[in-house]
């Protein structure tokens, strides 16, 4: 057993005696001067970027391929609470800023944590976690409301009528039911925005317990912190992009 | 980046992350009202080049500033940034042919 070790020591030993190669990349330090972890994190979101972008352009593929659109003021025109008011795109708006202010959080405790401020970076996180719980919230609730007005991922309620104006199917008789993949790419697409809202979630309440605990205080940097942050504002980036798709073109 | 900051980077950082909040945010007011009061007025292609390039410009603040990519290496930035070019192409390439199946499926 003391022999193993000893050989493992020895190993240790010699990586640290090995030459630097002179390729004029800085020695040791890697070309792109950044950690392996924040390098890799970007490549992964890099993937992830690609991943919605086939989802969206297939988006515009097929809505480029109807004769007829729903007019997005007409399906998202609906507010928590104001009944029948119609309300173009309020509360969308709202689940944006809320998702902004939410990211911004999570930035403000990436600075407090090259401060080595655990108390900051704890006190940011909550902002973010709470921010993120809220656009679920807000996103459940708009799901919930277009399921009761009947769509589905492959039955679309609002079609137009004789003047190209959108409707619901069960509101005016004259009206037959709209693009049928407009439902599934609806729910596909911003169903898979909020499950990564959902893992960020996860991911910042995991990083606030270890922050709490002492874990990046002990390791004498708060990176983890700028990690995960990284994959929180890749959130935030994508609903732009989803945002444009769906309400606002 | 895990170095320790100063007070004046550490003022000037904060600054600059709130000035970056504000500016996404008034885009995006202006967005849902050019949407709302001039979006039956103007020309459809008018409105979304100016979503498109709205939301581009959101999409820079977002990564340059909170994701930090502005103070990366510029090699790095072309790691990232020339594979995503590419989906320019895709974009027009699919939105060309989306709209030659619309013409084909309904003549006017």
């Known amino acids: 057993m003391a022999e193993v070790v000893d050989i493992h020591e020895q190993h240790v030993e010699n990586q640290h005696h090995l030459p630097s190669p002179d390729n004029g990349e800085g020695g040791e330090k890697s070309a792109m001067n950044m950690s392996y972890g924040k390098t890799m994190m970007w490549y992964f979101l890099l993937s992830d970027a690609f991943t919605f972008s086939a989802f969206l352009i297939s988006y515009a593929c097929i809505r480029l391929a109807q004769p007829w659109w729903p007019n997005p003021n007409s399906v998202f025109k609906s507010f928590p609470g104001l009944g029948d008011a119609y309300v173009p795109l309020g509360f969308v708006s709202v689940m944006t800023f809320i998702l902004i202010l939410s990211s911004v959080a999570v930035v403000r405790a990436v600075q407090e944590g090259h401060r080595m401020n655990k108390k900051g970076v704890m006190l940011w996180m909550i902002g973010g976690i709470v921010g993120g719980v809220m656009f679920l919230g807000c996103q459940a609730w708009e799901w919930n409301h277009l399921i009761h007005e009947g769509l589905r991922p492959f039955y679309n309620p609002f079609g137009p009528d004789a003047n190209g104006l959108t409707h619901l199917v069960h509101e005016k008789m004259s009206v037959s039911p709209g693009p049928i993949l407009f439902g599934a790419l609806f729910f596909g697409i911003t169903g898979f925005h909020g499950f990564h809202v959902f893992t960020g979630i996860c991911i910042n309440i995991w990083a606030f317990f270890a922050t709490a605990n002492g874990t990046f205080e002990k390791r004498g940097h708060y990176e983890m912190i700028e990690k995960v942050g990284l994959y929180w504002h890749f959130v935030d980036l994508v609903w732009v992009f989803v945002f444009l798709a769906f309400y606002l073109m | ?108």
């Open chain 2, 1 to 108: 980046m895990s170095g320790h900051m100063t007070d004046e980077q550490y003022k000037s950082a904060v600054k600059a992350v709130w000035s970056a909040t504000i500016i996404l945010s008034i885009v995006t007011v202006v967005e849902v009202v050019v949407a709302l009061a001039v979006g039956h007025i103007l020309p459809k292609i008018i409105l979304n080049s100016f979503f498109v390039l709205a939301s581009v410009a959101k999409a820079f603040f977002i990564v340059g500033e909170f994701m930090h990519l502005k103070y990366e290496k510029r090699a790095f930035m072309l790691t990232l940034g020339v594979p995503l070019a590419f989906l320019v192409w895709a974009i027009i390439a699919l939105a060309v042919e989306g709209h030659y199946w619309n013409i084909l499926n309904y003549p006017k």
